[in-house]
């Protein structure tokens, strides 16, 4: 079995150095576990937190020791009450072609209700994200006009449509290339997107929400970040989800400059973690099932195949090159 390790501590953006594809040897699972043979794993921007070695709300990955992550697979072997060889498992052993789970950790998924890989993203940890960091981090009501960035990804796709749904008076998006633009507003329903890279954030959006926003969900932070600023009406709230303008930084990055209008416009900027609101988790899955049901809210992914493409892929999702969700796939 193949395994992707980190064998040193990147210094801004991770090269192929810093890891390593090695082989490890597929063992018989112990008293409680599970042997499981990852069919899809994914690759999050977090990840890259994760490789330093910081404290944070996550550990830091372990130098010569697999990486994890969200990962989806069937079960080949089980010493584990209630898990069966055949069912399928979501569990956080990823970036790996077996893993040998401790079964309290595995959640079952059915394949029948969704394909496998959109556990990883619309139907998992991403699509949480979206709505709760929207319904409820950001308070977002009827009428509001939601601003969003990185809308083309896992999260930011997700985040727009469900303020269409919930009966947003506008709903605005930036990405990173003329084709996710397009997407945005022909298949996702946003009401205006624009191309970042093109011209100064703060003015796009101000030609893209002339009245204004309410809700801004932050996944870039910096430049985006202080152009909601200027661009909110008072009682205005902020999700702050992500950075990842600032991810790969070697140097500290400069503060939103006109952070004072926080106080006139009495703003609310919030961070959130995905993993304070598994309440939601239920409520979440329902409606989003009903949604991709009735064909309401769509969903892109990104396929890499192959574990050793799998470095590549992670690479690419901090480049930009995925639109949805990106995931690794090991069906091949
Ligand atoms: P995405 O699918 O959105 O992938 C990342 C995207 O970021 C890329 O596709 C790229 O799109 C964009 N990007 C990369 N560099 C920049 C840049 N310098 N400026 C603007 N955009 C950039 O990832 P996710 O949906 O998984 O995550 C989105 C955000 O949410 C991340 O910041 C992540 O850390 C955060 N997150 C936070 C969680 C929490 O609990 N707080 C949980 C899950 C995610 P483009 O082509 O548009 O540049």
Known sequence: ???WHLVSRPHGWPQPEDVALREAPVTEPGEGRILVRNLHFSVDPYMRGRMNDVKSYVPPFQLDQPMEGGAVGEIVASNAEGFAVGDHVLHG???????????RHAVKVDASVAPLSAYLGVLGMPGLTAYAGLFEVASFKEGDAVFVSGAAGAVGSQVGQMAKLKGASRVIGSAGSDEKVKLLV???GFDAAFNYKKGPVAEQLKEAAPDGIDVYFDNVGGEHLEAAISSFNVHGRATICGMIAQYNATEPTPAPRNLALVIGKRLRLQ????????????QFVQEVAGWLASGELKYDETVVEGIENGFDAFLGLLRGENTGKM????TR
């Open 327 to 330: 995931i690794v796939s090991l």
């Open 271 to 282: 961070g959130m973690l995905v993993n304070d609101h598994r309440a939601l988790q239920g």
């Open 186 to 188: 022909e298949e996702y």
């Open 1 to 3: 079995s193949r395994e």
């Open 93 to 103: 052993l990823g970036w790996r072609e077996y893993a040998d789970v401790e079964a």
